[in-house]
Nanobody, 125 residues
Framework: QVQLVESGGGLVQAGGSLRLSCAAS????????MGWFRQAPGKEREFVAT????????YYIDSVKGRFTTSRDNAKSTLYLQMNLLKPEDTAVYYC??????????????????WGKGTLVTVSS
């Protein structure tokens, strides 16, 4: 059983930056494709980014390309999401996710085996 714990959320003004971290335990971190999802109030959970087991392939939702960067440190069993140029529409609970899928392409919430509890990011205008 893999446990995922997010940290780094908070309140930031539009144009600012935050760095989210996700610490994993209870499994072999490099076995999993890792990802970030988010859920805004009243909306469905949506994919933000996925990263392959050794970080050779990364996908982003179009709305965050050029602003968000995900990375992973397998030695530390930690996933990161650097968020720059934040916008009010980025406000959401951000979830760390682990998947046993074979490819990071096309991953949806249905492909996730383990979820973190989420961390709230609020971007004020």
């Amino acid at each position: 059983q893999v446990q995922l714990v997010e940290s780094g959320g908070g309140l930031v003004q539009a144009g600012g930056s935050l760095r989210l971290s996700c610490a994993a335990s209870g499994g072999t971190f490099s076995r999993y494709i890792m990802g970030w999802f988010r859920q805004a109030p009243g909306k469905e959970r949506e994919f933000v980014a996925t990263i392959s087991r050794f970080a050779e392939i990364i996908y982003y939702i179009d709305s965050v390309k050029g602003r968000f960067t995900t990375s992973r440190d397998n030695a530390k069993s930690t996933l990161y999401l650097q968020m720059n140029l934040l916008k009010p529409e980025d406000t959401a609970v951000y979830y760390c996710a682990a998947s046993e899928s074979q490819s990071p392409a096309g991953i949806s919430a249905y492909d996730i085996n383990y979820w973190g509890k989420g961390t709230l990011v609020t971007v004020s205008s």
